[in-house]
């Protein structure tokens, strides 16, 4: 299994959708957990981290981790076109490790 | 806000010269990180720096990389004798303290293009 691993997408949602972005990771990267954003030909900019199993809320932006499943998931609510940007889920082991990433486009 | 700086954004060399690609990560920062984007592909770790040592590293950063802190301020990564493979984004990265603990700040980038 890939260490980390994102549907490539595109994910395309309505403007004031609830979008959702899903990763699951290997044993080898189970440390703690990150979301990114990346807009294309930009560096990628930290949405938020979890580290325990659960939910974790920050504005619009909800973050969920289910370790016995190896998932974790970001919930971006009342989406915006502004939220068009590829996010990548990361994983801790030794270093970061970073999923391919998900393309979503938020339609107007 | 605290930034990482990376000079030059743009960077094209001839295939197997030798470029300098320079950050300035934040400056209470302690860990120091290097990676790079190939052209619709995903973000690949290459090294770690802590304490003027790498820390880490990967399979892709064999003994073409380097990389240095010279200063107080600066840390570079110097590619030699570059290959067309070479051509990539590559991101400075630093944090805090451990990443796991505190994520990375990424840089702008500098996007190396061998011709």
């Known amino acids: 299994q890939k260490e980390v691993e994102q549907n490539s997408g595109p994910l395309s949602v309505p403007e004031g959708a609830i979008a959702s972005l899903n990763c699951t990771y290997s044993?080898?990267?189970?440390?703690?957990f990150f979301w990114y954003r990346q807009y294309s030909g930009k560096s990628p900019e930290l949405i938020m981290s979890?580290?325990?199993?659960g939910d974790k809320e920050d504005g619009r932006f909800t973050a969920q981790l289910n370790k016995a499943s190896q998932y974790v998931s970001l919930l971006i609510r009342d989406s915006q076109p502004s939220d068009s940007a590829t996010y990548l889920c990361?994983?801790?082991?030794?270093?970061?490790?970073f999923g391919p990433g998900t393309r979503l486009s938020v339609l107007p | 806000e605290p930034e990482v700086t990376q000079t030059p954004s743009h960077q094209v060399t001839q295939m197997g010269q030798e470029v300098i690609l320079r950050c300035v990560p934040i400056?209470?920062?302690?860990?120091f990180y290097w990676y790079r984007q190939i052209l619709g592909q995903k973000v690949e770790f290459l090294v770690s720096?802590?304490?003027?040592?790498?820390?880490?590293k990967s399979e892709i950063f064999d003994d073409q990389f380097s990389v240095e802190r010279p200063d107080g301020s600066n840390f570079t990564l110097k590619i030699r004798s570059t290959k067309l493979e070479d051509s990539a984004m590559y991101f400075c990265?630093?944090?805090?303290?451990?990443?796991?603990?505190?994520?990375?700040?990424f840089g702008s980038g500098t996007r190396l293009t061998v011709v």
């Open positions: 990361a994983a801790y082991g030794q270093n970061f490790v």
């Open positions: 990265a630093s944090s805090e303290g451990p990443g796991r603990e505190y994520g990375y700040t």
């Open positions: 720096f802590y304490n003027n040592e790498i820390s880490e």
């Open positions: 400056s209470n920062h302690l860990y």
């Open positions: 044993d080898r990267v189970s440390q703690s």
């Open positions: 979890i580290y325990s199993n």
